[in-house]
């Protein structure tokens, strides 16, 4: 079964502009998180979606968004982006609401310059 | 607000000995825990987990050590590999919430 797969993997993007992140789920999958991680920082959350809906968020600005198709593939998009959006952003899938383990995406290196 | 915490950013063992690394946190509503490896420029892997109704967990060389009134968790490697070097996160949930991770302890396994 093939894992859960981001794209792109680089990115470098300038100040002021937006970026959509790309991230298919394991097969099966319903749920998908977003986590943005940065040195010192650790995994901080963004959003989790289940069936398309929303289902929490984290204490990110409005410039973060997302949302999931029906097949479980999820977007994200940061728009007027800043220096600080610098980082590695993890994609992660699970089967659904009562599944604990989370299995993550290799996550894709986004560069603001 | 921290909720999860990993005190120490770094730890180095001799192969073969027990890795211990340790996990503080602070909401007594978590019900879940997991414990997850990170080799640079990869995804964070699934390794163990530990639900609150227990205090023990254990898969081949890796146990998962639950203490719920000091609230505290903890991960034995026994004995420890140079292949076990990574970044090792502890995280935490209660039920139908989200994933809740600490900053990470980096484990160097020296031969």
């Known amino acids: 079964k093939a894992g859960v797969t981001q794209t792109p993997r680089y990115l470098i993007k300038t100040r002021g502009q937006q970026v959509t992140l790309s991230c298919s789920p394991i097969?099966?999958?319903?749920?998908v998180s977003w986590y943005q991680q940065t040195p010192g920082q650790g995994l901080q959350f963004l959003f989790e979606y289940f069936s398309e809906t929303q289902r929490n968020k984290g204490n990110f600005p409005g410039r973060f968004s997302g949302r999931q198709f029906s097949n479980s593939r999820s977007e994200m998009n940061v728009s007027t982006l800043e220096l600080g959006d610098s980082a590695l952003y993890l994609c992660a899938s699970s089967l659904g609401r009562v599944d604990y383990e989370q299995y993550f995406g290799p996550g894709t290196r986004l560069t603001v310059t | 607000d921290q909720q999860v915490k990993q005190n120490s950013p770094s730890l180095s063992v001799q192969e073969g000995r027990i890795s211990i690394l340790n996990c503080d946190y602070t909401?007594?509503?978590?019900?879940?825990f997991l414990w997850y490896k990170k080799y640079p420029a990869e995804g964070p892997t699934f390794l163990i987990s530990?639900?609150?109704?227990?205090d023990k967990n254990e898969d081949g060389r890796f146990t998962v050590f639950l203490n719920k009134s000091a609230k505290h968790l903890s991960l034995h490697i026994v004995p420890s590999q140079p292949g076990d070097s990574a970044v090792y996160f502890c995280a935490a949930r209660r039920t139908a919430s989200k994933l809740t991770f600490g900053t990470g302890t980096r484990l160097q396994v020296t031969l």
């Open positions: 909401n007594s509503m978590f019900d879940y």
């Open positions: 097969s099966g999958h319903r749920s």
């Open positions: 530990i639900s609150s109704i227990k």
